[in-house]
């Protein structure tokens, strides 16, 4: 087993902790677990965490089913994977409606319908508001690494025209609760090598939508910058800190 792997996740992973201000003694995290590679690191990285170093803080998960996209993760194995780590792991069931349209402006009578991607990622978010809530918890944690957040740069500045990304720390208004990446630090293949080491269990079926966003197109598009500047990875990690886009209060 490569230890030098875990070792370079753990560090960036205190790091972001450290540098961001991501947790504070007696905070109360939930991590949103889908069950693909990013949330299991996540999840075995905090839970691992919580229990040696400072500040002390505690875990649970949740898992969102949704029975309208055929994809789904292997439940006994994520109840499995949380019993090992003594965390304990919330199962939501729910759906959303993906033909109820919405107003195209406030001015339009013409209505038109979001993207399936939408519906789902804003009705699991709402599960895990939900939650967070009525659980007591203080700090929302997600998967998401530096790549993520880079490409969601990348792709808002092409088709929106602005330079802003996913936060990885973001505290809301309205309500008593804050959304955090502690991978924000992490590079995608380190995740993708850590899970083959570790042997993480691949979903049992594959989101039918996730190959019909521009994501995949900005992927190929960050790849290029960097073969045309080894640096390019720091250089946009770099404009994001100057613009103030990582932590936002």
């Given at each position: 087993?490569?230890?030098?792997?875990?070792?370079r996740?753990?560090r960036?992973l205190?790091?972001?902790?450290?540098?961001?201000?991501?947790?504070?003694?007696?905070?109360?995290v939930?991590?949103?677990?889908?069950g693909?590679?990013?949330?299991?690191?996540?999840?075995?990285?905090l839970?691992?965490?919580?229990?040696?170093?400072?500040?002390r803080?505690?875990?649970?998960?949740?898992?969102?089913?949704?029975?309208?996209?055929?994809?789904?993760?292997?439940?006994?194995?994520?109840?499995?994977?949380?019993?090992?780590?003594?965390?304990?792991?919330h199962?939501?069931?729910?759906?959303f409606?993906a033909?109820?349209?919405?107003?195209?402006?406030?001015?339009?009578p013409?209505?038109?319908?979001?993207?399936?991607?939408?519906?789902?990622?804003?009705q699991?978010?709402k599960?895990?508001f939900t939650?967070?809530?009525?659980?007591?918890?203080n700090?929302?944690?997600?998967?998401?690494h530096?790549?993520d957040?880079?490409n969601?740069?990348?792709?808002?500045l092409?088709?929106q025209?602005?330079?802003?990304?996913m936060?990885?720390?973001?505290?809301?208004?309205?309500?008593?609760l804050a959304?955090?990446?502690p991978?924000?630090?992490?590079?995608e293949?380190?995740i993708?090598s850590?899970?083959?080491?570790q042997d993480?269990?691949?979903?049992?079926?594959?989101?039918?939508?996730?190959?019909?966003?521009?994501r995949?197109?900005?992927?190929?598009?960050?790849?290029?910058?960097?073969?045309?500047h080894?640096?390019?990875?720091?250089?946009?990690?770099?404009?994001l800190?100057?613009?103030?886009k990582l932590?936002?209060?």
């Amino acid at each position: 087993m490569d230890k030098t792997l875990e070792q370079r996740i753990r560090r960036r992973l205190g790091r972001a902790i450290a540098q961001y201000g991501l947790i504070d003694d007696g905070d109360r995290v939930l991590v949103g677990l889908s069950g693909g590679k990013d949330s299991l690191c996540l999840l075995e990285m905090l839970a691992k965490r919580s229990r040696i170093h400072k500040p002390r803080f505690t875990v649970e998960a949740l898992h969102v089913r949704m029975t309208n996209v055929d994809y789904e993760s292997d439940t006994t194995y994520l109840q499995d994977f949380c019993d090992g780590l003594g965390v304990r792991l919330h199962v939501v069931t729910t759906c959303f409606d993906a033909q109820r349209p919405t107003l195209s402006s406030s001015h339009s009578p013409l209505t038109k319908r979001k993207p399936p991607c939408f519906l789902c990622s804003w009705q699991r978010r709402k599960q895990l508001f939900t939650v967070a809530q009525q659980g007591g918890f203080n700090k929302i944690a997600l998967g998401h690494h530096q790549d993520d957040i880079i490409n969601t740069a990348l792709m808002n500045l092409t088709f929106q025209g602005q330079f802003a990304t996913m936060p990885a720390f973001l505290r809301f208004r309205k309500m008593p609760l804050a959304i955090i990446r502690p991978l924000c630090l992490v590079e995608e293949a380190d995740i993708s090598s850590y899970a083959e080491q570790q042997d993480y269990r691949r979903q049992l079926k594959r989101c039918p939508h996730e190959h019909e966003t521009n994501r995949t197109a900005i992927k190929g598009l960050f790849a290029q910058m960097q073969t045309l500047h080894a640096d390019a990875r720091q250089s946009v990690w770099n404009a994001l800190e100057s613009a103030g886009k990582l932590v936002e209060y």
